[in-house]
């Protein structure tokens, strides 16, 4: 298996956060939720690991795969299209098994956040989650203008499709026609 690229702030792992907000809160750490959060950290840790879950997994194929992995890193415009198409889409490789069988992968907004953290080696999911929510100029904050070239949630721009093609993706286009 290929080295998967990692984010070095890893509030991917919830147990930092979870400490930091009963810290905040002046609440008692629990011990059981403690261990269900380094629990979960070691299960992601195993899978990652195993040969089985790289196989048909775009996740792998994203974090594994250096000129992709560049282009994140290069430009935060890439970086949140990536996310956007990452969210509300699901994808399928384009090989004879995975579309004889149907078999599609999708992930919900924070793990799109938390790929494209890893992606970057940098922050974590709360970095690009809802980056796209606000296509009209303006994000919550009407003071603070909209990212240039950053697109909605589920857009897939066509730069972000040709590259996901080139790394052996489709995008599921009928997926996403109710919205």
């Not at 905040?24 to 992601?44: C, G």
């Not at 790289?54 to 949140?80: G, P």
Request: charged fraction near 30%.
């Amino acid at each position: 298996m290929e080295k998967l690229s990692k984010s070095n702030k890893n509030l991917t792992n919830p147990l930092d956060s979870y400490v930091r907000m009963q810290k905040k809160r002046n609440l008692e750490i629990d011990d059981s939720m403690v261990e269900f959060f380094k629990n979960f950290a070691n299960q992601k840790l195993e899978q990652e690991q195993d040969p089985t879950w790289a196989k048909n997994n775009l996740e792998y194929d994203l974090r594994s795969t250096e000129w992709i992995l560049q282009k994140v890193r290069d430009s935060e415009e890439y970086a949140q299209n990536l996310y956007a198409a990452l969210c509300n889409n699901q994808f399928q490789k384009n090989d004879v098994w995975p579309r004889l069988k149907d078999d599609f992968w999708s992930c919900s907004w924070r793990y799109a956040g938390g790929i494209v953290a890893d992606m970057r080696e940098e922050g974590d999911y709360m970095d690009w989650y809802c980056s796209g929510i606000r296509n009209d100029g303006y994000q919550d904050d009407m003071d603070v203008p909209f990212p240039q070239g950053f697109v909605k949630e589920s857009e897939v721009t066509e730069e972000i499709r040709e590259d996901l093609f080139r790394l052996g993706w489709l995008v599921d286009d009928s997926y996403n026609q109710g919205e």
